[in-house]
């Protein structure tokens, strides 16, 4: 029940990096574990990334650990993905979403969905 609000994507060259911000409103984040998806056209909607309510503990899909980090700044209601080493194959629509807790996220289980912003990675 908190709104949520992607921007950050945009057109970037392999190799390159772009942070994506999810603003939330209506509710704090801060009783919510936070996450990241993506959905490339065709495809289905996989998890990216996760993070608990604290910021303690963050999980990651394989096909971006080492390159992708989460993290969440809940004073100012908003969680960040930092993209750096982008390939190609990241090129999809990015999401936000809030969950009850980290495991419900990891799984796709969430209480709240972003609109997504569009991430295009070129060779």
């Known amino acids: 029940q908190v709104q949520l609000v992607e921007s950050g994507g945009g057109l970037v060259q392999a190799g390159g990096s772009l942070r994506l911000s999810c603003a939330a409103s209506?509710?704090?984040?801060?009783?919510?574990?936070m996450g990241w998806f993506r959905q490339a056209p065709g495809k289905e909607r996989e998890f990216v990334a996760a993070?608990?309510?604290?910021?303690?503990?963050?999980y990651y899909a394989d096909s971006v650990k080492g390159r992708f980090t989460i993290s969440r700044d809940n004073a100012k209601n908003t969680v960040y993905l930092r993209m750096n080493s982008l390939k190609p194959e990241d090129t999809a629509v990015y999401s936000c979403?809030?969950?009850?807790?980290?495991?419900?996220?990891?799984?796709?289980?969430?209480?709240?969905w972003g609109q997504g912003t569009q991430v295009t990675v070129s060779s």
């Open positions: 209506g509710r704090t984040i801060s009783v919510y574990a």
């Open positions: 979403a809030a969950g009850s807790n980290l495991n419900n996220l990891r799984i796709g289980v969430v209480g709240s």
């Open positions: 993070i608990r309510w604290d910021g303690s503990v963050t």
